[in-house]
């Protein structure tokens, strides 16, 4: 392609490659550079919703501190004080990776392991799918989510 025609196309709309060809749509480009925190990206949405939900859990473990320790302990996750603490520790470093895009990708595959793990546990626990009779369904497509933001994050 001639001068004239790229400087027309890299005011356009494409970004070009090293070899001279277009590398790919601007809009992509500043996408993927520019809007960590652009909630008109559904990538970041989904990114941000996925640590944010793990909040409420961090506060559920601290103000019912009793209920929680009591569900490790039906679960088999001895010494159930240690593993409340653990998961508590583990939930606050997710959100805050999730929601302000620090390592997402490695964070997303973290807590989609993780949330999978509380939906085993909490079936052996309630013996219910349902969530909203205490299932693991809700844990589980949690963690769908959470292995699409890292999948998408990791491209």
């Known amino acids: 392609m001639d001068a004239e025609k790229r400087t027309e196309w890299d005011r356009g709309s494409m970004i070009w490659a090293d070899n001279g060809?277009?590398?790919?749509?601007?809009?992509?480009?500043e996408c993927a550079v520019d809007s960590a925190f652009d909630m008109t990206n559904g990538y970041a949405v989904l990114r941000v919703l996925c640590g944010a939900f793990f909040i409420p859990h961090v506060v559920g473990k601290i103000t019912a501190r009793q209920a929680s320790v009591a569900f490790f302990k039906?679960?088999?996750?001895?010494?159930?004080?240690?593993?409340?603490?653990?998961?508590?520790?583990?939930?606050?470093?997710?959100?805050?990776?999730?929601?302000?895009?620090?390592?997402?990708?490695?964070?997303?595959?973290?807590?989609?392991?993780?949330?999978?793990?509380?939906?085993?546990?909490?079936?052996?626990?309630?013996?219910?799918?349902?969530?909203?009779?205490?299932?693991?369904e809700w844990p589980v497509f949690w963690a769908l989510c959470c292995a699409v933001v890292g999948y998408y994050g990791s491209h």
């Open 74 to 136: 039906q679960a088999g996750l001895n010494p159930p004080q240690f593993w409340s603490y653990v998961a508590m520790g583990l939930e606050i470093v997710l959100a805050a990776c999730l929601m302000l895009g620090i390592l997402p990708d490695y964070a997303a595959y973290l807590g989609c392991v993780y949330l999978l793990v509380a939906a085993a546990a909490n079936f052996k626990v309630s013996r219910r799918w349902l969530w909203h009779i205490g299932g693991s």
């Open 21 to 29: 060809g277009p590398a790919c749509p601007k809009a992509v480009e």
